[in-house]
């Protein structure tokens, strides 16, 4: 069974950083590329950011480039994000997804979020 | 920016109905269209991918149609679990993560 769990998420100051974790099972982590996706509060899905399956390429949305920076390691089966210079419209739900396949941008699996909050 | 509408942004039928959702692309996505659904405190769940195809594991009552800039889920009999949010994705701007619709509510009448 496919299994993300992110962790991390906490309440932080503007301006402050953060990392965030997902540990990933039941699948062969190092085959795929992966993604964040955030939803604020209340409101829709945004992409944030992927890596691809050996970690050299990485691509970001521009609300975040910059300031943010995707890293994995696979063997340990995990993936993060590096969150720097936090904006209080940073704040939401940070999953962690899978890529159905190559570069689709298609997420077959998502974890169930780490919540960060950005506020003074 | 590729920008996506969804139509209606609520739904309301009963258990039994045909549901159809509307997303329109800002320009042509091909047919690079996904569709999520999500349920209140749970994460999303992939649909279908590529316009038209189902997901692994999703019921045959889900199906996804459409190219270019118009697009429609259809739900052809609404089981009581299918009461969520649903959301179309566009993945033109590849390697890019693409972007999502508003998200269209399928509440109970």
């Known amino acids: 069974e496919v299994q993300l769990v992110e962790s991390g998420g906490v309440v932080v100051q503007p301006g402050g950083s953060l990392r965030l974790s997902c540990a990933a099972s039941g699948f062969t982590f190092d085959d795929y590329t992966m993604h964040w996706v955030r939803q604020a509060p209340g409101k829709g899905l945004e992409w944030v950011s992927l890596?691809?399956?050996?970690?050299?390429?990485?691509y970001y949305a521009d609300s975040v480039k910059g300031r943010f920076t995707i890293s994995r390691d696979n063997s340990k089966n995990s993936l993060y994000l590096q969150m720097n210079s936090l904006r209080t419209e940073d704040t939401a739900l940070y999953y962690c997804a899978k890529d159905i396949i190559g570069y689709s941008s298609s997420f077959d699996y998502w974890g169930q979020g780490t919540l960060v909050t950005v506020s003074s | 920016e590729i920008v996506l509408t969804q139509s209606p942004a609520t739904l309301s039928l009963s258990p039994g109905e045909r549901a159809t959702l509307s997303c329109r692309a800002s320009q042509s996505v091909s047919s690079y269209l996904a569709w999520y659904q999500q349920k209140p405190g749970q994460a999303p769940r992939l649909l279908i991918y590529d316009a038209s195809n189902r997901a692994t594991g999703i019921p045959a009552r889900f199906s996804g149609s459409g190219s270019g800039t118009d697009f429609t889920l259809t739900i052809s009999s609404l089981e009581p679990e299918d009461f969520a949010v649903y959301y179309c994705?566009?993945?033109?701007?590849?390697?890019?993560?693409?972007?999502f619709g508003p998200g269209t509510k399928v509440d109970i009448k």
């Open positions: 994705q566009q993945r033109s701007n590849w390697p890019l993560g693409g972007t």
């Open positions: 890596i691809s399956w050996d970690g050299g390429s990485t």
